[in-house]
């Protein structure tokens, strides 16, 4: 079973940049493809980005195209989240996912305790 945990998150201002960081205990890491998610108050969570097993593969969310960069280093068992130009409605509290099938997916079997981010106007 691995186990997620994501850093880097805090408050920014509009314009902004920050990256979120995820550690996993597996040491076969490159068997999981790799998601980002967030939540924001009173809303659903929402899908951010994923990366496929081998980081050749990449998805986002229209909102964050061009601004966010999901990236992984299967070396150091982590993956991140390159979080560039931050509007107000990137706020919410991100959580990393990791699952063995394939990438983009909906459903993931294992996820961190998530990281809040804040960006102010």
């Known amino acids: 079973q691995v186990q997620l945990v994501e850093s880097g998150g805090g408050l920014v201002q509009a314009g902004g940049s920050l990256r979120l960081s995820c550690a996993a205990s597996?040491?076969?890491?490159?068997?999981?493809?790799m998601g980002w998610f967030r939540q924001a108050p009173g809303k659903e969570r929402e899908f951010v980005a994923a990366?496929?097993?081998?980081?050749?593969?990449?998805y986002y969310v229209d909102s964050v195209k061009g601004r966010f960069t999901i990236s992984r280093d299967n070396d150091k068992n982590t993956v991140h989240l390159q979080m560039n130009d931050l509007k107000p409605e990137d706020t919410a509290v991100y959580y990393c996912?990791?699952?063995?099938?394939?990438?983009?997916?909906?459903?993931?079997?294992?996820w961190g305790q998530g990281t809040q981010v804040t960006v102010s106007s």
């Open positions: 597996e040491r076969t890491f490159n068997i999981y493809a």
């Open positions: 990366i496929s097993r081998n980081g050749g593969n990449t």
């Open positions: 996912a990791a699952d063995k099938g394939p990438a983009p997916r909906k459903e993931y079997e294992y």
